[in-house]
């Protein structure tokens, strides 16, 4: 009698998105603002200013942390979890699907016609819109919804989703370096 052996997949990759310019300014305007209401707590009532002050301070707080996003590519046998994690403390699963859903997963790039269809939702969980290693999921559901997911997978995701999906994928494995081979 022969043994069946499994060989179960699991890769877990974390990206953090890359902050854009518009974040930075906000941050900065928070600080300015923060500074004003602190100077003007203090010149009008300076009874209350320890209160303005610890409230303006935790404010702050509150906006540079909250605004680092981070996301976690989970894949097991299949089966992908894609995790949402703000402020390195609050997590959430933004989409789980099984590869069976899967109906294209390609590089973005040479593919603009194909991400320009109607789709019932979006997820952008690369490490930013011009990335040169981004990738897009174009996900078919049960109900009839299609979902666009994009994201920035290393070789080791990348090799585990070609063995679960086999032709849906575009995929060409990395050449050896000549170097090496030698």
Same mark, same amino acid.
């Given at each position: 009698?022969?043994?069946?052996?499994?060989?179960?997949?699991?890769?877990?990759?974390?990206?953090?998105?890359?902050?854009?310019?518009?974040?930075?300014?906000? !941050?900065?305007?928070?600080?300015?603002?923060?500074?004003?209401?602190?100077? $003007?707590?203090? &010149?009008?009532?300076?009874?209350?200013?320890? #209160? #303005?002050?610890?409230?303006?301070?935790?404010?702050?707080?509150? $906006?540079? &942390?909250?605004? &680092? !996003?981070?996301?976690?590519?989970?894949?097991?046998?299949?089966?992908?979890?894609?995790?949402?994690?703000? /402020?390195?403390? +609050?997590?959430?699963?933004?989409?789980?699907?099984?590869?069976?859903?899967?109906?294209?997963?390609?590089?973005?790039?040479?593919?603009?016609?194909?991400?320009?269809?109607?789709?019932?939702?979006?997820?952008? $969980?690369?490490?930013?819109?011009?990335?040169?290693? +981004?990738?897009?999921?174009?996900?078919? +559901?049960?109900? /009839?919804?299609?979902?666009?997911?994009?994201?920035?997978?290393?070789?080791?995701?990348?090799?585990?989703?070609? /063995?679960?999906? /086999?032709?849906?994928?575009?995929? !060409?494995?990395?050449?050896?370096?000549?170097?090496?081979?030698?």
């Amino acid at each position: 009698m022969a043994i069946k052996t499994y060989h179960d997949v699991f890769v877990e990759q974390l990206i953090r998105r890359e902050r854009p310019g518009g974040e930075f300014l906000f !941050k900065c305007g928070a600080v300015l603002l923060g500074l004003i209401l602190i100077t $003007a707590a203090f &010149v009008l009532a300076r009874d209350f200013f320890p #209160f #303005f002050f610890a409230l303006v301070v935790i404010l702050e707080f509150f $906006a540079f &942390v909250y605004t &680092v !996003k981070e996301f976690e590519y989970s894949f097991m046998n299949g089966e992908c979890d894609f995790d949402m994690i703000q /402020g390195k403390r +609050r997590r959430r699963t933004v989409s789980s699907f099984s590869c069976r859903e899967v109906a294209v997963m390609a590089p973005c790039e040479g593919h603009q016609g194909e991400l320009s269809g109607h789709f019932t939702s979006k997820l952008d $969980a690369s490490i930013s819109a011009k990335a040169p290693d +981004r990738w897009f999921i174009i996900l078919e +559901r049960e109900d /009839g919804s299609r979902e666009l997911l994009f994201l920035s997978p290393n070789e080791r995701l990348l090799a585990a989703f070609k /063995g679960a999906l /086999g032709r849906k994928m575009e995929y !060409k494995l990395p050449e050896a370096n000549k170097d090496m081979a030698e």
